[in-house]
Structures are given as structure tokens and as C-alpha cells.
């Protein structure tokens, strides 16, 4: 059982930036992938961001290309969303999800684990 645990998030103004951070444990998910997907109010949740284990290919929907980044640090076991030139538009809450199979997905019902969610705010 793969377990994510969630940090950072907040207020920001519009052009701000926050790091949002997912340390995972649990069984190696090396042939795996890890995601951010967010959810506004009354709205779907919507990926933000894809990193496969092997590669580190790494795959963003046009809202949040060149703006956002999303990385790991093995040594620390974390999973990163470095997010700039944040948007009024940006704000929800924001989960970092894994998936066993190998391959980049932004599809929230091809990921099998989830963190508890972080709000993120941000104000015009």
C-alpha cells in the first residue's frame, strides 16, 4: 500500500509562487508514475501535472505548461509541484496521486493512490 502525505499550499497573490510537496511510502513504485490533479469547487478534478518513475518524462495540459513543474527527490522520498505566475484561476485543492502501471497519465481514475489535498488560494 502506497501512502502519500501532503504538504505546503496556501494564500497567494496572482503571480505568486508556492511549492506544494507529497512524501510517499510503501511498497517501490519504480515502474510507476505519480501525478497533481486539482479540484475547484462545483468542478471535476482536472490533472496538472505527470512524472513517470523510469524516465522522468514528465507531462503537462496547456493551463499550466511553462508555469508549473513537477519533480522528485528520490533520496527524500518526496514528490514536487513548484507552481509560478499563479492565476485566480489556479485555485482548489490540489492532490499528488501515484499509479502502479508504467506510463504518463492524466486520467484521475487511472491513478490508484491519493494524498488528503492541499488548498491552494489565489487572490486577484
Known amino acids: 500500500q502506497v501512502h502519500l502525505v501532503q504538504s505546503g499550499g496556501g494564500l497567494v497573490h496572482t503571480g505568486g509562487s508556492l511549492r506544494l510537496s507529497c512524501g510517499y511510502s510503501g511498497p517501490s513504485i519504480s515502474s510507476a508514475a505519480m501525478g497533481w490533479f486539482r479540484q475547484a469547487p462545483g468542478k471535476e478534478r482536472e490533472f496538472v501535472a505527470a512524472i513517470a518513475w523510469s524516465d522522468l518524462a514528465t507531462y503537462y495540459p496547456d493551463s499550466v505548461k511553462g508555469r508549473f513543474t513537477i519533480s522528485k527527490d528520490n533520496a527524500n522520498n518526496t514528490l514536487y509541484l513548484q507552481m509560478s505566475s499563479l492565476k485566480p484561476e489556479d485555485s482548489a485543492i490540489y492532490y499528488c496521486?501515484?499509479?502502479?502501471?508504467?506510463?504518463?497519465?492524466?486520467?484521475?481514475?487511472?491513478?490508484?493512490?491519493w494524498g488528503q489535498g492541499t488548498q491552494v488560494t489565489v487572490s486577484s
Open positions: 496521486a501515484a499509479r502502479r502501471v508504467e506510463g504518463l497519465s492524466g486520467r484521475a481514475n487511472e491513478y490508484d493512490y
